[in-house]
């Protein structure tokens, strides 16, 4: 097989990040980015010299962009026919539409965690049900939240069973820039159980999950304590290192420094990291501890890049390009310098 040829529609918050992680991929070559209008992202490509090629993702949508002199190389549907698959970042409910011309070019998709789950045939996790997506032609994604904790409760559940799990998620209410959301000074809290232990169950169906939901004024990353129930005995000690073996967790201790939701987003940007991306969860050691039997512990969510690593995983699974899990994985963690 050649190398696989990927579309990415919707060049927003997750587009632009799915479009960067395709193309270190490689075994995987971008074809183009499409879009409808000038908007910061688009214009920061154009600005940067055009890496990715850009086509227009509606009608009409050429004009406009032409006239901010950003230069498109076709239609949306130029796109979908020079690709054997696309992974669909536009907003919510605009996959579900582009989805039936996906369909007429016979190519296959992956959609973001905003899309209904009627949108797909198999809702996805890149480790705990890899096989149920290889050969399909269309996968959802688990939300940025739901993506994350079940990185942290399949580890566990590999290491030593999880019957069940009580979340409770402290949600930034925003991503950066999202200026219409307007919380300040209030927390907003959602009854039980939130659609992440919802989602959770649909993908991992042998562990027993509820959750609460509390959103709260901040923009950079989501806080979710974890109160987990194993099947064997697990020390304070083995969970740690369960986590820090993990390619898709960053261990880190509060004592150096590793406080706040903020802290690590900043840490990637001292790496170096574009946008200060952060592909990997953040668990918080100090906060590994037990009540009885059960294991609690605190992770972090950085909610504009975690799905990446998944949403790659994904076109491994849809085309397939490999079968098993393990191989598919390990390819996407070493292209994306996960360690």
Do not use: W
């Not at 659609?195 to 991992?204: G, P, R």
């Not at 590793?258 to 574009?274: E, I, K, Q, V």
Request: with cysteine; hydrophobic share 45%; charged share 20%.
């Amino acid at each position: 097989m050649g190398k696989v040829k990927v579309g990415v529609a919707g060049f927003g918050v997750i587009g632009q990040r799915l479009a960067d992680g395709v193309a270190r991929q490689e075994d995987m070559e971008l074809v183009g980015v499409a879009d409808i209008a000038p908007t910061l992202p688009v214009l920061a490509l154009a600005e940067r010299g055009m890496p990715y090629r850009l086509f227009a993702a509606a009608p009409g949508a050429e004009d406009t962009l032409t006239a901010a002199g950003i230069k498109v190389s076709g239609s949306f549907s130029d796109l979908i026919a020079a690709c054997d698959i696309v992974l669909d970042a536009a907003p919510g409910g605009v996959g579900a539409k582009n989805k039936e011309m996906y369909l007429a070019a016979g190519r296959k998709a992956v959609f973001q965690g905003g899309e209904s789950g009627k949108i797909a045939d198999v809702f996805f996790h890149g480790y705990a049900n890899y096989e149920k997506g290889v050969g399909q032609n269309y996968l959802k994604l688990t939300s940025c939240n739901t993506t994350g904790l079940i990185r942290a409760v399949h580890a566990l559940d590999q290491a030593v069973g999880i019957h069940k799990v009580a979340i409770t998620i402290i949600r930034r209410v925003a991503d950066p820039g999202d200026t219409h959301r307007g919380l300040v000074d209030s927390l907003l809290i959602e009854p039980i159980p939130n659609h992440q232990a919802v989602d959770l169950m649909s993908i991992m169906p042998h562990v027993d999950a509820t959750g609460l939901l509390v959103h709260t004024p901040i923009t950079h990353g989501h806080i979710i304590t974890i109160v987990a129930t194993p099947k064997k005995p697990i020390t304070d000690a083995e969970a740690i290192e369960v986590f820090r073996a993990h390619p898709r967790v960053r261990s880190v201790r509060i004592k150096d420094g590793f406080n706040t939701n903020t802290s690590l987003f900043n840490y990637a940007r001292f790496l170096g990291h574009p946008r200060g991306d952060m592909y990997e969860i953040g668990l918080f050691e100090e906060t590994v501890g037990h009540s009885g039997d059960d294991l609690m512990f605190a992770i972090n969510i950085p909610q504009e890049s975690v799905t990446i690593p998944e949403t790659i995983d994904a076109i491994r699974a849809a085309m397939p390009m490999q079968k098993v899990q393990a191989e598919a994985v390990a390819l996407t963690n070493r292209y994306l310098g996960m360690k």
